[in-house]
Structures are given as structure tokens and as C-alpha cells.
């Protein structure tokens, strides 16, 4: 059984409220646990916009059963009219998350039968206790850098494959590629992104927003490669073209990495262009496809690299 460091927080944080809670000799204290437990949450935004949302719900929640049970008296009928009122209220001023919070709120004032300032006031410092320790303990976030690294790694060593695996269809047909690598990187792909922008809710800083912007390059680049796969199964293998075309593919395999080394293959690609259009025109319909898929294939690959030049810029 795996404890990580939000259960960890999320424990710690429910005692160390509750017991100021009963330090300052609250009622209900043992609510201020259940704030605090709410209040972590997976990134330091989100706990900054929950912890907003729970006190402006636990406001509008004690202002409406306030003037509600002093108009209606304590009784489930005044508790139903409560929640249709505050609810909406809720929901218009965007904190519908806060709702089962807010309640619990509500609840206390029943329970007691009776509104007192003591008792308002008990409830908000309850709020603040378990809202406060649950934003400090959500400073201590762990750094998920190595973890994006690791996923950096396996996606590009996965373009790696793709690559020379479209270079070994060219020089030899079809072979028994399961293109596994394929479905894996647009796996990988997802969970990094989604990752990298949770490291960027907690840390805030340039360093982790350049994990997320790496991982948006390389979410474009895999749509290119995606579309170029199928031009590149159309192409005829073993032709003095496609020869040409797999060392190319070979080379921008070798030159996957965090670097950048577009200009380069940009320049060769061009270099690869000028020759092929200077070539003698297609004498026959086979050759006339095999030169048109052959300038889409290579109109695919320098939107791949213009991708990476860009994130350069």
C-alpha cells in the first residue's frame, strides 16, 4: 500500500487543525480537520482557489441560515429553504465545489439551536484554521522534474524508433514492425502534458514551464508524423529516392533531443528538394505518384522541424 505525499499532508493537516481547533477551545472542532482535508489538494493553485471558495461559501452558507431560522425557526423545512437559496448562490459565484463544506456549516447552527456572534464567529475561525493549515502544508509540494525527465526520455527514445523504422520500410518493404511505439508515445504524450501542467500550478516558475512547452512541441510534432506515416506507406520502397530519403530519416532519428538541430536538417531538406526537382519529369502515372507522395513526405518532414525551430525561438 502506496502513501504518497498527499495523504500524508492530507493526515497530518486534519490533526494538526483539529488540534488547534480544541486548543482555542472551538466548537465543532473537529470540523476544522474536515476544511483542511478539502482544502488539499493535487497543485498549489487549486488549493489557492478552493481555500477562496470554501470562505466565500461558509459566508453566503451562515448569512442565509442566519436570516432563514430566525424567519422559520429550526426545523428541516427552514434547512430545505436554506439550501435552495445558497446553493444557487453558490454555484453563480463559482463556488459549487465549496457546497458539502458550506453545509456542514449550516448543520452546526441547527444542531445548536440558536445564532450567536460567539457562535458565527466560531464557525469562521474554524474556516481559517483548517482553510490556513491546509495552504501552508500545500507549499511542500515535491518537484516532478525528474519524473518529466524520465517521461522526455522514453517518448524521444520512442521517436527514435518511428524513425528509423520508416528508414527500414524504405530499404526493405514491409517487415514485421509492430508499430507499438506509435500507441505508447500517444499515451506517454497525454500523461506528460497533463503532468508538466501540474508542475506548473505548483512551482510557477520558468524552468517547469519549459517541461510543458517541450511536451506541447513534441504532442505537435507526433500529429506530423501520424499524417506522414500513411504518404510513407504509399511510397514505393527499394527506388534510388527512397534510398535517399531513409538516410535522411536515419539522421533525424540520431538528432532526436532536447537540443536544437533544426536548422540543419532544414537546410538538408532543402538541399534534398532542389535535387529531386531537378530531376528528369516522371515518364509514366507510377512515377508521377511516386514523385508527388515522395514531395509530400518531404513537405511533412519540414513541418516536423519547423515545429522544433520555433519552441527554439
Request: glycine share 4%.
Amino acid at each position: 500500500m502506496k502513501i504518497g505525499s498527499r495523504i500524508l499532508k492530507t493526515a497530518i493537516g486534519a490533526g494538526i487543525s483539529i488540534a488547534l481547533a480544541q486548543a482555542f477551545q472551538l466548537t465543532f472542532y473537529a470540523s476544522a480537520g474536515t476544511v483542511t482535508m478539502l482544502c488539499i489538494q493535487r497543485t498549489r493553485k487549486k488549493s489557492y482557489e478552493i481555500a477562496w471558495q470554501r470562505f466565500l461559501a461558509c459566508l453566503i452558507g451562515l448569512s442565509v441560515a442566519a436570516a432563514i431560522f430566525s424567519l422559520l425557526g429550526y426545523n428541516t423545512w427552514a434547512i430545505t429553504i436554506i439550501l435552495l437559496i445558497s446553493i444557487p448562490l453558490m454555484i453563480r459565484l463559482k463556488a459549487k465545489e465549496s457546497v458539502i463544506a458550506s453545509s456542514v456549516f449550516i448543520f452546526h447552527l441547527y444542531v445548536m439551536k440558536h445564532i450567536t456572534w460567539q457562535l458565527v464567529i466560531n464557525e469562521i475561525a474554524l474556516m481559517i484554521i483548517g482553510i490556513t493549515v491546509g495552504l501552508l502544508l500545500n507549499l511542500f509540494m515535491p518537484s516532478a522534474d525528474q519524473e518529466l525527465r524520465r517521461y522526455q526520455q522514453k517518448i524521444e527514445e520512442n521517436f527514435r524508433i518511428i524513425f528509423h523504422e520508416m528508414a527500414r520500410y524504405l530499404r526493405e518493404g514491409d517487415h514485421d514492425w509492430s508499430g507499438m511505439e506509435i500507441v505508447e508515445t500517444n499515451r506517454l504524450l497525454k500523461e506528460a502534458k497533463e503532468r508538466s501542467v501540474h508542475n506548473v500550478e505548483n512551482r510557477f516558475d520558468e524552468e517547469e514551464l519549459k517541461f510543458y512547452r517541450y511536451f506541447q512541441m513534441r504532442d505537435k510534432q507526433f500529429d506530423v508524423i501520424d499524417h506522414l506515416i500513411p504518404h510513407l506507406v504509399s511510397f514505393h520502397p527499394y527506388s534510388d529516392q527512397g534510398e535517399k530519403l531513409a538516410d535522411f530519416l536515419d539522421q533525424l532519428a540520431d538528432g532526436v533531443h532536447p537540443g536544437n538541430t533544426a536548422d540543419i536538417y532544414l537546410e538538408q531538406l532543402k538541399e534534398m528538394t532542389e535535387e529531386y526537382r531537378n530531376m528528369p519529369l516522371p515518364s509514366t502515372e507510377e512515377e508521377f505518384h511516386m514523385r508527388a507522395t515522395l514531395f509530400l513526405i518531404m513537405n511533412e518532414i519540414r513541418r516536423y522541424l519547423k515545429i522544433k525551430k520555433r519552441l527554439a525561438k
